[in-house]
């Protein structure tokens, strides 16, 4: 710094000062001796010849007068106040510890203080320069200036610090800054020159010894990180960054967090130490750590945590000791440290030590992640019966940990549920502690997570339970079909030979409609045990929906509002196209009787990814691409008691005779059958949501959908040939026979494959056509089409089942030609199934 800011008390008067003064004392005091003079010289004048000398005086001391007054009202004279003022803010300025320049509109210098000769090497008032002119040969600071010449030009300040080389050769850094003012409406300019090289070296030390300090720390032997309360790292030392492969230029900013850095469950340990609110906490924790490629390395941490008074983890300070071979020179002790933590803290056993009163002492990394949050509370809170299980097993738990800290070696698991929103399960094995080191464990509690293994027992439970009555359903169906098939077909003969005009005409109607009747019921349990005909084609839902709209409208009625929400660009399915039409009618159906009161029905589709599919947390969902569609209705709800049975044949909440309790069944069955998903979603009082999802459809080739509407009927139903009818129901067999024969066919009947067999040893050459059961006993359809393959490759077969087609057809041959006929059946259908056949 310049000797103006070492010296004592400095002058007032700076040696420049050209801004001009209000007055001056001399010319006062030169003035009065001129009026006393004047005075003095009158008096000495008698009579007339005194007067115009005193009248001159009067008039010029009035003219004085007058000129002051006038003078003072438009500031050419200043008057005492206004000057004391000028002249503290000029003893200010010339004492100021900066050096101070003022120059006017044409860059002369109006004033200057000693500090700025000083500053600027001035021998004396006469050899004052301007900023510019002071520093015009010194490159250093050449530009520097040039910026404040602009900014003083265009009225505004600015400020600059620059480095000087001294005419000595020494180096001195300055801050120079430049403002404009307005003095009597003149724009002058001030600059200010002060010499900051102490300040400056000052800076520069203390950043080097930051720089020792920091690279002390980055090649100290041990590991050192910074983290903030949520987990971000913001600082790791080099030596740390080495031995995890990590780029130092990815710590900060929240790029890398201790999950990343800590292998395994470590994080969630590291997050769950008890809190100390208002303190600074140390734990010692042994981990593992990760490296960048995934290679696990042994560690200590030494792990200091900021506390915040309401008890919310600030940041953190952890020193990193490595713990792998060759780090310690007691390597038997420390790889036996090593080995236990590392068992401690990567089995799936969640474990954790317990008083006698259950409050958690210790834990390893699986606990800590098992009860996440629940385990930040107080220490002294922390109870493992509030933290692992809910108030209905609490009890138990508390039971079996009295029990193990009395000495009971053999204590019971307990199967807990676990609090909170989820419906997560754990199954609490709890030991007693043989060598406890005096800190109060009494009994280690192992927790083994068994949401998952609980949902497939449920899984498996209601799939043997519906596959049973799958089972039987089907079975029964099977049968069934075979008694409608006799009564429709008979119904059939009757109405033949009898005309709308006979009495029993009506009769037989009735026998047949209610025929059709059970028909339909059979049909809705066969698509229950998914064994129903399917027709699958290429569709699309949007298409679909579009085109039942109208039908859906009127049977919702007047009371219930329908609303489509179609999703974008929906995908193409493969589902049969009236069997999911039934699907939809159901549902909607269903919903419309759950809003009594009326509402709205709301069906709406768009496409999940394979990446969203699991988001929606459906068990039993694979990731696919699907379409879903979603069915709401605003009415009161599904009770959570009965949800999970509503997909269950014949349970229904209806009344008596107003359902059957097979429509969600067979939707259950349809979707499930087309290798759908269908879904329950409900809140009492808040409607409910069934939820299908579809497969994509991706064609290989482009695919047209192709009709399902059955061919029109042939006029005429004659034919010629002869068939051989195989069926092992004598009432179907015998319909069936008739029913040929009436038509002009040839008819050879067996109740069984084997005879069967035995007919076409006598009657090959004549037999055109085989109609025959699929189920039969002795051998069934299948095995009989294989033997006769074996001697006629190209005959003609139509399968007759109350199943669906696929359900046998993987018994044949790849490849195999025959048609279908599913039961029950008309007279009408078997007729055309023969006739286009033996035709085609």
């Known amino acids: 710094m310049s000797s103006v800011a070492e010296g004592g008390p400095m002058s007032a008067e700076p040696p420049i000062d050209r801004s001009g003064r209000s007055g001056s004392i ?18 000495f004048l008698k009579g007339e010849s005194a007067q115009p000398w005193i009248l001159a005086l009067l008039a010029a001391l009035s003219v004085v007068g007058v000129f002051a007054l006038f003078a003072g009202a438009v500031g050419l004279i200043q008057f005492a106040s206004r000057g004391s003022r000028d002249d503290l803010a000029r003893a200010i300025a010339a004492t100021a510890e900066e050096g101070v320049l003022v120059t006017d509109a044409g860059g002369r210098i109006v004033f200057a203080n000693d500090a700025y000769l000083d500053l600027t090497r001035a021998e004396g008032p006469g050899a004052v320069r301007t900023v510019e002119r002071a520093f015009a040969g010194n490159a250093d600071v050449a530009e520097a200036i040039y910026r404040l010449s602009q900014a003083a030009r265009a009225g505004k300040r600015a400020f600059e610090e620059a480095r000087v080389t001294l005419p000595d050769g020494r180096g001195a850094w300055f801050r120079i800054g430049v403002r404009p ?23 520069e030390n203390v950043f080097q010894e930051l720089q020792h300090a920091v690279d002390f ?5 041990a590991g050192f990180f910074a983290a903030e309360g949520d987990g971000a790292i913001v600082y790791m030392n080099a030596t740390l960054a080495g031995w995890l492969d990590q780029d130092l230029t990815r710590v900060g900013g929240g790029a890398l967090s201790l999950r990343e850095i800590l292998a395994g469950d470590g994080a969630a340990l590291v997050g769950a130490l008890a809190p100390k609110p208002g303190a600074v906490a140390t734990e010692i924790i042994d981990v593992d750590l990760k490296t960048r490629g995934g290679r696990s390395l042994p560690a200590r941490l030494l792990h200091a945590v900021a506390w915040a008074h309401d008890g919310t983890p600030g940041a953190s300070r952890t020193l990193v000791l490595d713990r792998g071979p060759g780090a310690d020179v007691s390597e038997p002790l420390r790889a036996a440290e090593v080995r236990f933590a590392r068992f401690f803290n990567n089995t799936p056993l969640a474990i954790a030590t317990v008083d006698i009163r259950g409050r958690i002492l210790r834990t390893n990394a699986p606990f800590a992640r098992l009860i996440g949050e629940r385990l930040k509370g107080d220490a002294g809170e922390r109870s493992i019966m509030s933290a692992l299980a809910s108030d209905r097993d609490q009890a138990a738990l508390a039971a079996a940990i009295e029990a193990a800290a009395g000495g009971a070696g053999d204590v019971a698991p307990v199967d807990a549920a676990l609090p909170g929103e989820g419906g997560r399960s754990v199954r609490l094995f709890v030991t007693r502690v043989d060598d ?22 449920a899984q ?3 799939s043997q339970k519906m596959q049973a009555v ?41 026998i047949k409609q209610n025929a059709n009747r059970a028909a339909s019921l059979v049909r809705q349990l066969l698509a229950f045990s998914r064994r129903q005909t399917l027709r699958p084609q290429v569709i699309g839902l949007g298409d679909v929906l579009a085109e039942l709209r109208m039908l859906l409208s009127r049977l919702l009625g007047e009371k219930v509002k329908l609303e489509l929400v179609h999703g974008r660009d929906l995908w193409l399915v493969k589902a049969d196209l009236n069997q999911f039409e039934q699907v939809i009618i159901n549902l909607v159906v269903n919903a419309r009787d759950a809003m009594a009161d009326g509402g709205t029905v709301t069906v709406r589709t768009r496409n999940v990814t394979a990446a969203e599919a699991p988001t929606f947390g459906y068990r039993g969902l694979p990731a696919a691409d699907y379409v879903m569609v979603d069915v709401e209705d605003t009415g009161e709800g599904i009770p959570p ?7 269950e044949p014949f349970f229904s909440t209806k009344e008596v005779g107003k359902g059957t309790g097979l429509g969600l069944s067979t939707v259950y069955g349809i979707v499930k059958q087309t290798d759908g998903y269908v879904f329950a979603l409900s809140e009492p009082g808040e409607g409910a949501i069934f939820r299908i999802f579809l497969p994509r459809h991706v064609p290989v080739e482009a695919e047209e959908a192709k009709p399902i509407a059955a061919a029109a009927a042939p006029q005429d139903m004659t034919g010629r040939g002869t068939v051989l009818l195989v069926e092992d129901e004598d009432a179907v067999r015998a319909f069936g026979a008739r029913a040929l024969a009436s038509r002009g066919y040839t008819v050879l009947e067996a109740r069984s494959g084997v005879e069967a067999l035995e007919q076409m040893e006598t009657h090959a050459a004549e037999v055109e056509l085989v109609v025959s059961d699929v189920v039969m006993p002795e051998m069934d359809g299948p095995s009989l089409l294989r033997e006769l393959r074996k001697k006629q490759p190209d005959l003609k077969i139509i399968f007759v089942s109350g199943y669906a087609e696929d359900a046998f057809k993987k018994n044949l041959p790849e490849g195999e030609s025959f048609a279908f006929l599913p039961k029950p059946f008309t007279l009408k259908q078997l007729l055309q199934a023969v006739k286009q056949t033996i035709g085609g």
């Open 26 to 43: 001399g010319l006062v005091v030169l003035l009065a001796g001129a009026l006393v003079g004047a005075a003095i010289a009158v008096s």
């Open 181 to 203: 003012i307005t003095r009597d409406g003149a724009v002058e300019t001030v600059w200010t020159v002060a010499d900051v090289t102490r300040e400056r070296e000052r800076h």
């Open 217 to 221: 720390l980055d090649h100290a032997p």
């Open 436 to 457: 406890a080191d005096g800190d109060g464990e009494a009994a280690v509690v192992y927790a083994l997570d068994t949401t998952d293994q609980r949902a497939l027992e």
């Open 460 to 462: 498996f439970a209601q």
């Open 470 to 510: 799958g089972q039987l359903a089907g079975g029964v169906a099977h049968d069934f079909n075979n008694v409608l098939t006799a009564i429709i077909g008979y119904s059939d003969l009757l109405l033949a030979n009898h005309r709308p005009t006979d009495p029993s005409f009506q009769d037989i109607m009735q």
């Open 641 to 647: 008691e009965i949800i999970d049975k509503i997909f």
